[in-house]
Structures are given as structure tokens and as C-alpha cells.
């Protein structure tokens, strides 16, 4: 992975300044001395041979038993696993993943029933909690399914469960049924948990090398955990300054489909680690060069508060070479690769955006494969801690989520 960046919107000199501060938070984050220092259980990435091989076993038992694993949860319960199972699946074949138990919308789950059918399916229910409505209404309804469909004792065996190691309703319910159950560790939030059971076991259903991904992220680790030529940091001290110069809005950029969800992901991760005491950047995100056709003109043209990280694909897995065009207008295609043309449009992109005072960082990977992802989320999750620690929140909380709930559940009379 390399960071790229333009000297003219942010200087070297204007990174340096910022030595003694990221030098402060590396230490307090080495010396577990940080705000939310209690939540930094991911910094130090576990192999933990056993666990895995657990999930492994799991995951090839789910694979022969079951056409689908229903995968329940919500937020940092969720967003990882489909970032992961989306950038690395097939863009058109059938995923053996499906989820549910991220939204309330009985049209969602109807259809969801009615799209299981027949099929032997099976469930992990991700709650770190183990009290979040959303999961807790798809859960309710996905089990009655699977009782009705094989009996109590085989629902039972279908049922995986991943929350916290002894608190919990869906802990207490896993003890009394037997269920296979996976820990979500305590000093791991749920945004910064995919690299743990959370997003494995889901992982590995989709038959994705689990080892390679973890590989990867093992790899950043080290790279990431000390303080030169720290890429992490860099990108969090350039995304503060320019947050600084006015560019409250960050959107990370791509050019394949496939990352949708990954931007998914990396808005949660930031918009709840950085999104509070009235501060933060927005994270939001485009997927090009489809949104060049929907958001281009705001991007390019509309309030200079905007600035764009984009996420540099180098090698498609295939590429396509274009054939020969009849029209004179079109010509200039004729022969080249369509990774060639897209790369043209990210270029192009990337220079218009920037002559419209929109700054662009580049993240540039050589391709989207296990050990790629894995890095990447370690990149970003360590990026995310220290922008956090930069301006003064606690990266590690989400209090403002409770405020919705509260009103919800007053309108429910829980
Ligand atoms: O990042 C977080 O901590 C949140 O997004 C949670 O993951 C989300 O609210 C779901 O919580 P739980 O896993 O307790 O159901």
C-alpha cells in the first residue's frame, strides 16, 4: 500500500508541525493512556491459532449443512464482514452470505423468508451487546423459522452466536440452548472488531482465506506501530489539517464496485470514532466513475468544503481489451484495456477535482485480494484512532448513538 499526496494542498512543513503531538499519541496509545484506552484490544491484533481453526471448522460445517448462513447484526456487528465478503466475492454469483437484522423494514425480512424458502440455512446472530433491537427482532423471527423448519434441538445446531464473553441476554440464551458460541473481546469495539469472530466466522462461510487477511493485517500492524514513515499517521495528520483549512467533508473514492461496502465500513469507522463534541470530518463516500455522473458536479463544482480519498486499484483480476470502434468518436478506445480507461478517468478525475480546489489523497493497492483488504483495515482503524486522538475525542465511544433509542423506545413504551 502507498499514500500518495499532493504537496501543494498540504506541505511537508505543515506535517512536521504536528511531530510533537502524533509522538504524544503514539506514546499514549503504546502506554494505554488514551481517551477510551480500555477499547484498544484491536491495536495488538491476536493470531490466535485455536480460535481460528475454530472458525474454520465452523464456517466448513455451515458450508456442507447450509445453502445460507444468515448473518444478524448491525453496525460494527455487520458493516466488516460485508465490506470484506462484497470486495472479494464474485460481482453477479449468488453470495451463501446473507443479512439481516441491520434495518426494521418487514418488507426486507418478507422478502428475505421468502428468498430462504426451501433452503437449509443456517444463523449467526453478532451482538456484542446482545441487546440491540435490530438484531434482536431479525433474530426472534429468523429462529421461530429455523424451529419450525428442523425442531428445536437441530435449530439449535444452526445457531452460532458471537457476543460478550458473560454479559448479555444472547449469552445467558446461548448458555441455556448450547448454541456454538464466539466472544467478542471486551477491549474491542464493535467498528474496530472485524479482524475478531465477529467478521471471521462470517468470512469464512463466504469461503474467503481468512489466514491471508489476517496476514495482511499482521503485516500493517508491524509497519504501523512505529513511528517513522508511519503512513497511518500521515494520513491522519493530513486529514486534519485540511479539516483545519476549511474541508469538513472527507469522501473516499473508488473505482470498483466491488468496495462499496467498504466505504461503508471505513464511514462508520470514522463518523462514530470522530463524530462528536461537536466535532469531526463527515465521512462520506463515492463510487466512480458511476457518481461522477450523479455527484461530479457538486464534487467538482459545488461549496469548496469537500476534499477526497481515493482508493487506487492497480491490477483487475481479468481485464478487457476493447474492440475496435466503428465510430470515428469513439476511436480513440479502439485497443486500449478498460483498466487503462478507467485509470484515465481516475486520473482525469483527480486532476479536474483538484484544479476545483478539491484536494485528493491517493491509497493505492496493487490489487483487491485477502492480504490487501486485511492491510487496508488495519491502516484505516489506526489512521481512525490517532484522527480521533488528534482532535481531542474518544475514539472509542459512541454516546451519541443512545439518543435515538431513547426517544424510540419511549414511542414503543419499553
Ligand atoms: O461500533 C459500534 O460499537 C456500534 O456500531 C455497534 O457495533 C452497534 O451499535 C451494534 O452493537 P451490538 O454489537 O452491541 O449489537
Redesign the pocket.
Known amino acids: 500500500m502507498e499514500l500518495i499526496y499532493e504537496n501543494s494542498f498540504v506541505t511537508d512543513n505543515e506535517i512536521k508541525k504536528y511531530s510533537k503531538k502524533i509522538q504524544e499519541i503514539h506514546n499514549s496509545i503504546c502506554n494505554k493512556e488514551c481517551p477510551g484506552s480500555d477499547f484498544l484490544g484491536w491495536v495488538n491484533l491476536e493470531y490466535d491459532k485455536d480460535e481460528i481453526e475454530r472458525i474454520k471448522t465452523c464456517a466448513a460445517k455451515i458450508r456442507r449443512d447450509s445453502d445460507y448462513l444468515v448473518v444478524i447484526?448491525?453496525?460494527?456487528?455487520y458493516l466488516g464482514a460485508r465490506a470484506v465478503i462484497e470486495a472479494l466475492s464474485h460481482s453477479f454469483r449468488q453470495k451463501n452470505v446473507l443479512f439481516a437484522g441491520n434495518n426494521m423494514s418487514p418488507d426486507y425480512i418478507n422478502d428475505l423468508l421468502e428468498f430462504i424458502g426451501d433452503h437449509d440455512f443456517s444463523i449467526n446472530v453478532?451482538?456484542?451487546?446482545?441487546?440491540?433491537t435490530e438484531?434482536a427482532i431479525a433474530f426472534s423471527i429468523l429462529k421461530q423459522k429455523l424451529y419450525e423448519k428442523y425442531g428445536h434441538d437441530e435449530a439449535c445446531k444452526r445457531i452460532y452466536v458471537t457476543t460478550d464473553r458473560e454479559k448479555g441476554l444472547l449469552r445467558k440464551e446461548a448458555i441455556d440452548e448450547n448454541y456454538e458460541t464466539f466472544t467478542?473481546p471486551d477491549n474491542i469495539?464493535?467498528?474496530y472488531s472485524v479482524l475478531t469472530p465477529v467478521g471471521l466466522l462470517p468470512i469464512a462461510v463466504a469461503g474467503i482465506n481468512i489466514d491471508n487477511l489476517m496476514l495482511g493485517a499482521l503485516q500493517a500492524m508491524q509497519k504501523y506501530e512505529v513511528l517513522p514513515d508511519n503512513e497511518a499517521y500521515t494520513y491522519a495528520i493530513i486529514r486534519n489539517i485540511l479539516l483545519k483549512k476549511g474541508k469538513d467533508i472527507e469522501l473516499l473514492v473508488n473505482y470498483e464496485p466491488k468496495l462499496h461496502y467498504f466505504t461503508e465500513w471505513w464511514k462508520?469507522l470514522f463518523g462514530?470514532s470522530e463524530g462528536k463534541d461537536g466535532k469531526g470530518i463527515f465521512p462520506a463516500g463515492v463510487d466512480n466513475t458511476t457518481d461522477l455522473h450523479s455527484m461530479g458536479q457538486y464534487i467538482q463544482d459545488g461549496q469548496k468544503m469537500i476534499f477526497e480519498t481515493v482508493l487506487d486499484v492497480e491490477n483487475p483480476y481479468r481485464d478487457y481489451k476493447l474492440p475496435t470502434q466503428n465510430d470515428a468518436e469513439l476511436d480513440f478506445l479502439t485497443g486500449k484495456s478498460l483498466n487503462e480507461v478507467n485509470h484515465m478517468a481516475m486520473q482525469g478525475t483527480i486532476k479536474a477535482h483538484y484544479d476545483g480546489d478539491v484536494p485528493n489523497i491517493l491509497i493505492k493497492i496493487d490489487r483487491i485480494d485477502e492480504y490487501n483488504i486485511g492491510w487496508l483495515i488495519y491502516f484505516f482503524e489506526k489512521a481512525c484512532a490517532v484522527s480521533g486522538l488528534m482532535l481531542d475525542v474518544n475514539p472509542f465511544n459512541?454516546p451519541g448513538?443512545e439518543a435515538y433509542k431513547k426517544e424510540m423506545f419511549k414511542l414503543l413504551k419499553k
Open positions: 447484526g448491525i453496525g460494527g456487528s453478532i451482538s456484542k451487546s446482545g441487546t440491540t438484531p467478542v469495539g464493535g467498528r462508520q462514530e459512541q448513538v
